[in-house]
């Protein structure tokens, strides 16, 4: 019995099923979809003002590294279904480019700066002595998918003297915008908006300090 299997493995029968077999393998995988690629985003902040006369606090303001919870925190975009607000998910192939509590620092530092809201604006990086330290914290950075489409925003802000810890200003910011389309794009598009509505509130309540 061995001996004919051995037989009919090496005939011309045999040889030509394998090579249809092997065929068909690398035609299913050839009709496999390609793998989708990462895509990165990220959020800038626009200034639409003419910088101040003089600062108005005069001293260095540290801006530091904001802080956020669980997903916020992390580098793939975050979204929720309107459906089930309380359970956040994560896109697999949709990233920022830097995490959130880092590139809404940076990009408000350089909003501050631009509208020369303090003789110098920092990062805890330059390791200056500051004489006020500004904070800041993501509460909401998602889009919102489902029967209400659009995204959510929410940032509070604290300003304190570093010296003696005297809480100087404290207050949330929260924008939503609704979406006309869909799409990770669209949301980015929309949390811009957002970020930029945001950023000058800040500033203008700054102003007034």
Not at 110 to 132: H, I, K, S
Not at 141 to 156: D, N, Y
């Amino acid at each position: 019995m061995i001996h004919k299997w051995v037989r009919w493995l090496s005939s011309g029968v045999a040889k030509s099923v394998v090579t249809v077999v092997l065929l068909v393998m690398l035609a299913a995988c050839a009709a496999q979809a390609p793998v989708p690629q990462d895509k990165y985003y990220r959020l800038q902040a626009i200034p639409a003002f003419q910088p101040l006369s003089s600062p108005v606090l005069s001293g260095v303001l540290e801006i530091e590294r904001f802080t956020a919870d669980g997903l916020t925190a992390g580098r793939p975009i975050v979204y929720v279904d309107a459906a089930d607000p309380n359970q956040l998910r994560e896109y697999h192939y949709h990233f920022w480019t830097q995490a959130p509590t880092i590139m809404l620092r940076d990009e408000l530092v350089t909003y501050l700066r631009q509208a020369g809201v303090a003789t110098n604006v920092v990062t805890p990086e330059m390791r200056l002595e500051a004489d006020y330290a500004l904070g800041g914290r993501i509460r909401l950075l998602e889009q919102v998918i489902g029967s209400k489409k659009g995204t959510a925003m929410e940032l509070e802000i604290s300003l304190r003297n570093p010296r003696d810890g005297q809480l100087l200003f404290l207050k949330s910011y929260r924008h939503d915008v609704e979406q006309s389309t869909v799409g990770v794009a669209a949301a980015v598009d929309s949390l811009n908006e957002a970020l930029n509505i945001i950023y000058a509130d800040i500033l203008a309540d700054l102003k007034n300090l």
